[in-house]
């Protein structure tokens, strides 16, 4: 028995070196023919949220670097890391502690792929998208100069012709603050979530999505449940979506732990020019608060989620929201003009809605985008009782990606 161990050690060995020997000027190349990609940006934003006296400002800049190896033998390894400086903090009301108030550095991606035929397996630290786990999403409310990402364990398989099925587990999360001025660090996200994502487009026009995410608490009688399911239908150059959100949350109590959501939404040309239109509706019918996931970026998953404000508050319990926007380019600038209401019995009661964006790509990698929302909230708590709460909200991105 020894000398069969000795001996299957000693040709593993050779094997070993045979291998590093062939391959050695392949394994250099997969670093050498790496890609580099990164980006500098900038943002500034003011906001008096829910009416306050005072309007917080914040002015900050940073960014990020990343590298991918090329393939080597079906593995791939990758790395991004996101810096943040805040210049000027007028932050009286910390409006911007979860989000733009944070300076520091961190490594958001450290990674290893391996990709065999149409299975590929991803371990490490990644920015990941899908509609109930997802990082920040430029372009989005949920943007930022720093993204969250997650430690995470993701199987994705294309086997099925016209289907990605993945299956993953998430350990950390790295928020984009820790609230108290600094880049968010990865944590223990409670005693891990488990996910399984499927997106089929078999019929024509016609794409599907489906995900169920399961949250273990680390408190007793917390564990959260979410399901979301889309569709989306092309006819000629108009998309037809509907999308259903149901969620459970043990931690809000038998009463208000169920939520529950139904979206529909429709965007297309005009015929008009240029002109282009996005129109949605939603409804919350349980009592209970919808929950839309982990990650920064499920904020943005319902329809109505607005450009600056996301989607908190058309996610409340029995609430109906409408929102409208009309697409205007102009020259090279996409101009966005939209508005939106929601009517709701309790807390925050009816909620409106106006604002404008702009997008500017005037120079090769440069992009200059602004935004400016205008909300006005029925019912606000304060010291003096429940009253009306109007909320400005500007802000500016200016970035630059290499």
């Known amino acids: 028995m020894k000398r069969i161990t000795r001996t299957s050690l000693i040709t593993a ?23 580099i990609k990164g980006e500098i940006k ?37 790395a991004t890391f996101q810096a943040s400086h805040v210049i000027d903090d007028r932050n009286k009301n910390n409006v911007f502690k979860n989000d733009l108030d944070a300076s520091g550095a961190v490594l958001s991606e450290a990674y290893l792929n391996y990709k065999l035929s149409n299975t590929s397996v991803k371990a490490g630290r990644q920015f990941i998208y899908t509609p109930l786990v997802s990082s920040a999403i430029n372009g989005r409310s949920s943007e930022s100069l720093v993204k969250d990402s997650f430690e995470a364990y993701l199987i994705t398989n294309t086997d099925i012709p016209n289907t990605t099925i993945t299956a993953g587990y998430v350990d950390k999360y790295q928020d984009k603050t820790d609230g108290k001025t600094n880049i968010g660090k990865f944590e223990d996200f409670e005693d891990g979530a488990y996910t399984l994502y499927v997106k089929n487009n078999s019929i024509e026009n016609l794409e599907l999505q489906a995900q169920y995410l399961n949250v273990d608490a680390k408190k007793a009688n917390s564990d959260r449940d979410n399901v979301y399911l889309q569709a989306d239908y092309k006819i000629a150059a108009h998309t037809l979506s509907a999308q259903y959100l149901l969620s459970k949350d043990e931690s809000k109590g038998s009463a208000k732990e169920d939520g529950q959501l139904f979206g529909v939404k429709a965007k297309g040309p005009l015929g008009i020019d240029k002109l282009g239109y996005v129109v949605a509706f ?115 991105y200016l970035s630059y990606n290499f």
């Open 282 to 396: 939603s409804s919350s019918t349980k009592d209970g608060d919808v929950n839309s996931g982990i990650g920064s970026g499920t904020d943005d998953i319902v329809f109505e989620s607005m450009p600056v404000n996301g989607s908190a508050v058309h996610r409340r319990g029995n609430t109906d929201t409408l929102i409208g926007g009309i697409i205007l380019p102009i020259f090279d600038i996409t101009t966005v003009a939209y508005g939106g209401y929601s009517w709701s019995n309790g807390g925050l009661g009816d909620v409106s809605a106006a604002g404008a964006m702009a997008i500017y790509p005037f120079y090769k990698n440069f992009l200059l985008k602004a935004n400016y929302e205008h909300v006005e909230t029925e019912n606000t708590i304060a010291a003096a009782g429940i009253v009306e709460g109007n909320t400005d909200v500007i802000r500016v």
């Open 13 to 35: 060995l050779s094997l070993t070196s045979l291998v590093t020997s062939m391959s050695a000027d392949n394994l250099s190349d997969a670093f050498t023919n790496g890609k």
């Open 42 to 78: 900038s943002i500034y934003s003011s906001s008096n949220f829910l009416g306050k006296s005072n309007t917080d400002n914040i002015s900050t800049v940073g960014g990020s670097l990343g590298y991918i190896t090329s393939d080597f033998y079906g593995f791939s390894a990758g």
